[in-house]
């Protein structure tokens, strides 16, 4: 990987509030703090381009019990937005379960890389 692919090209984005399960959104928020030099936003928008990228069905994450869920405000891409909104619509996952699902899988895949 050269070190320009480290960066993203500007995209047109959409701040939208989302319920995280609050173990997941502490995660994500501990890597922001703690590993990456990004927001919490650019993390998720990440685990989503991850899950699309392996143009794979994107499979229901079912939050586990005595998970509290918390309501935040992140911005999204827009054409991650747009992309997630197509699979809501055809698959009938709520947007919320789905960007948790996106963030569950991230988190699996990657765990040892952090």
């Given at each position: 990987m050269?070190?320009?692919?480290?960066?993203?090209?500007?995209d047109?984005?959409?701040?939208?509030?989302?319920?995280?399960?609050?173990?997941?959104?502490?995660?994500?928020?501990?890597?922001?703090?703690?590993?990456?030099?990004?927001?919490?936003?650019?993390?998720?928008?990440?685990?989503?381009?991850?899950?699309?990228?392996?143009?794979?069905?994107?499979?229901?994450?079912?939050?586990?019990?005595?998970?509290?869920?918390?309501?935040?405000?992140?911005?999204?891409?827009?054409?991650?937005?747009?992309?997630?909104?197509?699979?809501?619509?055809?698959?009938?996952?709520?947007?919320?379960?789905?960007?948790?699902?996106?963030?569950?899988?991230?988190l699996?895949?990657?765990?040892?890389?952090?």
């Amino acid at each position: 990987m050269k070190a320009i692919d480290r960066l993203y090209r500007k995209d047109e984005t959409i701040t939208r509030s989302v319920h995280f399960d609050q173990n997941l959104y502490s995660k994500v928020q501990s890597l922001s703090e703690n590993i990456f030099d990004a927001s919490v936003s650019k993390i998720i928008n990440v685990c989503i381009e991850n899950t699309l990228l392996k143009k794979k069905p994107v499979t229901f994450y079912k939050k586990p019990n005595n998970t509290d869920s918390i309501y935040r405000s992140i911005v999204l891409k827009k054409t991650f937005y747009t992309e997630l909104i197509k699979i809501k619509d055809q698959t009938g996952i709520s947007f919320s379960r789905l960007i948790n699902g996106c963030i569950k899988e991230f988190l699996d895949d990657y765990k040892n890389n952090f």
